[in-house]
């Protein structure tokens, strides 16, 4: 529990928590990354707009985020490519099939007190657990 | 216009509040999920500070007649659960696991300069159009199966 960051996490959580209000208030939209992204591939170009200034907004965020804290985030640099392709894949694919992700079902769904949200996060939480304990310790990719 | 900026004050902010949660960190996010290792909790606590402001938000905000700039909500009305929430939810977890990266902290990521962040968006571009390709053979499918 050395690296446990508690106050840092709760205050990044409010800020998340946040933006979604803003989103469902202003615009009546839920801020459910995956489905913003899938829609960047198909929506008519009144819709098209919004959801791309979305997008450009998390990455202007993270880059101010590291502009006031240089150094903050090292990024990984051992981690074997394609098991972070192929994660990718997986979560593109089980986050359409699943209509949402950690942002989509995990806050913005469970907020509005859906049922299929809170199953939804139970479910990806569950699997991700015995995901990384299978690579982890049965593998031992990664530890 | 207004629903633009909206929108990009909002990514903002959600950029923000993932780099600071360390959400956007691959490390942290298996620290969480590696319950059988040296465990790190970190990230229930950012699920707790967006759930503190959103539960309560959305309920004030949904009692509204409207959004600001818009004419209508857009919240899903489906409540059944069915085959496809389960098994897209197991495998986006299986993913989740085997990268460390959710999709809004693959998005952020780029704005780090994380150079894995640019393998993990096109790879879940490349599940998203796999997912529709699979869904139409599928649907076809059921079709010719009903008739």
Redesign the interface.
């Known amino acids: 529990m050395e690296n446990f960051t508690p106050f840092s996490a709760f205050l990044g959580g409010t800020l998340i928590g946040l933006a979604a209000t803003l989103l469902l208030w202003l615009n009546g939209r839920m801020a459910g990354v995956s489905g913003i992204m899938h829609r960047l591939l198909n929506s008519p170009k009144s819709e098209w707009l919004w959801r791309f200034n979305f997008l450009i907004g998390l990455v202007l965020g993270a880059l101010l985020f590291n502009w006031f804290n240089p150094g903050f985030f090292t990024p990984r640099s051992d981690y074997p490519y394609w098991l972070l392709a192929v994660g990718g894949f997986l979560v593109g694919f089980g986050t359409r099939m699943g209509s949402g992700c950690t942002s989509g079902h995990g806050i913005c769904g469970i907020a509005n007190g859906s049922l299929r949200s809170i199953t939804a996060t139970l479910i990806f939480m569950i699997s991700g657990v015995v995901t990384v304990y299978c690579i982890r310790h049965i593998v031992g990719v990664g530890a | 216009m207004?629903?633009?900026?909206?929108?990009?004050?909002?990514?903002?902010?959600?950029?923000?509040?993932?780099?600071?949660?360390?959400?956007?960190?691959?490390?942290?996010v298996?620290?969480f999920?590696?319950?059988?290792?040296?465990?790190?909790?970190?990230?229930?606590?950012?699920?707790?500070?967006?759930?503190?402001?959103?539960?309560i938000?959305?309920r004030f905000?949904?009692k509204r007649p409207?959004?600001?700039?818009?004419?209508?909500?857009?919240?899903?009305r489906?409540?059944?659960?069915d085959k496809?929430?389960?098994?897209?939810?197991?495998?986006?977890?299986?993913?989740?696991?085997?990268?460390?990266?959710?999709?809004?902290p693959?998005?952020?990521?780029?704005?780090?300069?994380?150079?894995?962040a640019f393998?993990?968006?096109?790879?879940?571009?490349?599940?998203?159009?796999?997912?529709?390709i699979?869904?139409r053979k599928c649907f076809k499918k059921s079709v010719t199966v009903d008739a």
């Open positions: 207004k629903h633009c900026l909206a929108a990009l004050l909002s990514g903002t902010l959600f950029g923000f509040g993932l780099s600071l949660s360390q959400m956007t960190d691959p490390n942290k298996l620290g999920l590696d319950v059988a290792g040296s465990w790190d909790p970190s990230l229930a606590f950012v699920m707790m500070g967006a759930l503190a402001v959103s539960v938000a959305f905000i949904l409207k959004p600001i700039w818009a004419e209508e909500f857009h919240v899903a489906k409540k059944s659960l496809p929430l389960l098994f897209g939810a197991m495998i986006f977890g299986i993913g989740w696991g085997m990268s460390g990266y959710c999709p809004g693959a998005v952020a990521g780029l704005g780090l300069g994380n150079p894995e393998v993990m968006v096109a790879s879940i571009y490349l599940g998203f159009i796999a997912q529709g699979w869904a």
